[in-house]
């Protein structure tokens, strides 16, 4: 990659990295994740390369930083206390997500997303999970120059993002960028998945392949933005959803101030090439799902869903393969509305064999 640009104000920024991975928990209500760890370790590496100072916990870390909720809270205050006003503090989450219901300021029951920690209980959320409202809240109160905040986890995203203006000059509106951004791997009403093929959640997976250069920003290859990577993530994933036939699942995002901060620029240092995990899955190709639970339902009606869901996967197949061939614009029109028809159904198959 070329550039032009020079960034020493990058260079100068103090970077900090905030990084929770969750593959096992306590409470045998959670389904064990099997990529979460590899996630963060991935991410601790490329953003140790870019110059961030990072805090990461997960399990099995070397000096038994586990992702409890009392470890997390105590790390997160630290790194909260240690970030600069000039500063930039990336923050990301792999794990389990869910929400539950509380008491609004009206007095009306309103849902709340939160984050499951490893000694997290199904009927603890109040008091033992870390409530994303709260999060947000508190990394705004560090008055940090921009805040990252990225997570990889079900019903925890936003209803809808702001992208940030393009930027005419990147420079420009990097140094005196200003705010807090959010990035989620899915919607509201989306799960999270995790693909076994890459050993990765495939939202972290793409986040990583965007910020190694991928989701270089148009002005200049080099410099990735907040806004060049959820661009980047968002057409990458619905690429492998509609390659894969698989869930929906949409990054959201959500910004609060100015300019397009800077994640990563690559000016003078050895990129890194992002490759699959090094562990070892006997359902290489398995899709997976950071959803809360499990649900159990009779066998005789998992098998018949199982058979629904065979024959619009096959259906589906065929319908891509004919896209793939000479279309006019109506019959390639039809082609595409049958497409997502038979991946709404898919999911909502997939929802009910959860």
């Not at 000039?86 to 219901?101: N, S």
């Not at 409202?133 to 702001?162: N, P, T, W």
């Not at 019959?331 to 028809?341: D, F, S, T």
Request: hydrophobic share 30%.
């Amino acid at each position: 990659m070329t550039g032009s640009g020079d960034y020493g104000f990058y260079q100068r920024q103090q970077r900090w990295a905030f990084l929770v991975g969750v593959n096992r928990y306590d409470d045998a209500n959670f389904k064990p994740l099997q990529f979460c760890v590899n996630d963060v370790k991935r991410l601790e590496e490329m953003l140790t390369r870019l110059g961030y100072r990072v805090t990461c916990l997960y399990d099995g870390h070397p000096e038994g930083k586990r992702p409890t909720i009392e470890a997390v809270e105590d790390a997160l205050t630290v790194f909260c206390q240690t970030v600069g006003r000039d500063d930039l503090a990336f923050v990301h989450f792999a794990c389990h997500g869910d929400t539950y219901e509380k008491p609004g300021a009206d007095g009306k029951r309103e849902k709340q997303p939160v984050l499951v920690m490893q000694n997290t209980y199904k009927n603890s959320y109040a008091r033992r999970s870390l409530h994303v409202a709260d999060l947000e809240a508190q990394l705004r109160s560090i008055g940090a120059k921009d805040v990252f905040l990225s997570l990889d986890a079900c019903h925890v995203g936003v209803e809808i993002g702001r992208d940030a203006s393009d930027p005419e000059f990147i420079q420009y509106l990097c140094q005196d960028s200003k705010g807090f951004t959010m990035l989620a791997g899915s919607t509201a009403q989306q799960q999270a998945q995790e693909w076994g093929a890459v050993q990765h959640g495939i939202y972290t997976y793409y986040l990583l392949k965007g910020l190694s250069g991928e989701a270089g920003h148009a002005k200049d290859k080099q410099v990735v933005t907040a806004s060049s990577l959820q661009n980047y993530v968002f057409v990458e994933l619905k690429a492998w959803r509609l390659q894969h036939g698989f869930l929906p699942q949409e990054p959201t995002r959500k910004t609060e101030g100015t300019g397009d901060p800077m994640l990563a620029c690559w000016q003078g240092v050895e990129p890194i090439e992002v490759s699959v995990g090094n562990q070892v899955s006997s359902q290489s190709d398995r899709i997976g799902t950071r959803n809360q639970t499990n649900e159990s339902i009779s066998s005789t009606r998992r098998k018949f869903y199982e058979q629904q869901l065979d024959e619009k996967r096959k259906d589906l197949a065929r319908v891509q393969r004919d896209l793939a061939g000479d279309n006019t614009q109506e019959e390639e029109r039809r082609l595409n509305n049958r497409a997502e028809q038979l991946l709404d159904d898919i999911e909502e198959l997939e929802q009910k064999l959860i």
